[in-house]
């Protein structure tokens, strides 16, 4: 491996973030966040985001971002020692503008480049904010659910959606309603739901450890305007229903997986992660089992760059960089492709 002359001792990793709707830039230093600065592109109510779109957006953003990410910090570019970007997964437009800027600032600096697993970089925020040591971690949001534990360099994944993530299932039921999503339909829906009274059956569909969401958002896209209609129901009601369906499907496989392992640590992460009614929901299961559940607030369960860069920062801490010819990005990047030789 090429050396940079870079002392481990004290590392600044600068990180970014745009594998979504969000572009983050974050700078992190020995575990110590400096900055961590984001712009969310928001679209208009019955509308999702298109990756071309969100792609021209993350390029409007990212370089007024990397700078507001280094003045907050305090920090010139001299003083970074490592450079980490997304390599997946997530889109694929909005992934190669956040690529080719890390790749950019690497050569331009003189620096190493660190591809990051996105959903690594979740988890290693979430350890890091919490101090949560080996817990059994949920990572749900608009692209991902997957129930993950730790086991001989790998995070493995011990349930997934088999088809759409709880997230993508709020966000395209906040479209049937026509729900704002600024600052985000997810966080929408949670307040509604708090004014919900009356529980609408839905399916629930976990198999086995995995979960489904697509049946559910296709039977409430079919029946929520007319139940409405019917003047029964409330949009409330059907937000506070579908909340308390899906979150008791991840509430049931997180325990199965924590009994497996004989954890008695949950972690949630990711953009759903910061739903309070579904930490709640965790941390009767985990009262009941004599468990802790770990949860960070928006700054840092919501993607960020500050997540890619404390990865990234583990990674050169064991010795891996990314060689300019790897430097590419993927679609598709599964948690437990990745060898985590950062932890024992
Ligand atoms: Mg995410």
Partial sequence: MRSFG???AMTIVIGFEGSANKIGV?????GEVLSNP?????????QGFLPRDTAKHHRQCVLDLTREALDQAGIRPEDIDCVAYTKGPGM????????????TLSQLWNRPLLGVNHCVGHIEMGRLITGATNPTVLYVSGGNTQVIAYSEQRYRIFGETIDIAVGNCLDRFARV??????????????????QGTVFVDLPYTVKGMDVSFSGILSHIEDVAEVMIATGKYTAEDLCYSLQETVFAML??????????????????VGGVGC????QEMMGVMCEQRGAKVFATDERFCIDNGAMIAQAGWEMFRAGQVTALEDSWITQRYRTDEVKVTWRE
């Fill in 177 to 194: 309603l026509k729900i704002s999503n600024d600052p985000s339909p997810g966080y929408n829906i949670e307040q509604m739901a708090k």
């Fill in 26 to 30: 974050g700078i992190v230093k020995d």
């Fill in 6 to 8: 870079v002392t481990v």
């Fill in 38 to 46: 984001r712009r969310t592109y928001i679209t208009p109510p019955g």
């Fill in 275 to 278: 739903n309070r009614r579904l």
């Fill in 251 to 268: 509430v049931e496989t997180t325990e199965r997986a924590m009994a497996h392992c004989g954890s008695e640590e949950v972690l949630i």
């Fill in 92 to 103: 694929g437009a909005p992934l190669v503008c956040v690529a080719i800027v890390a790749r």
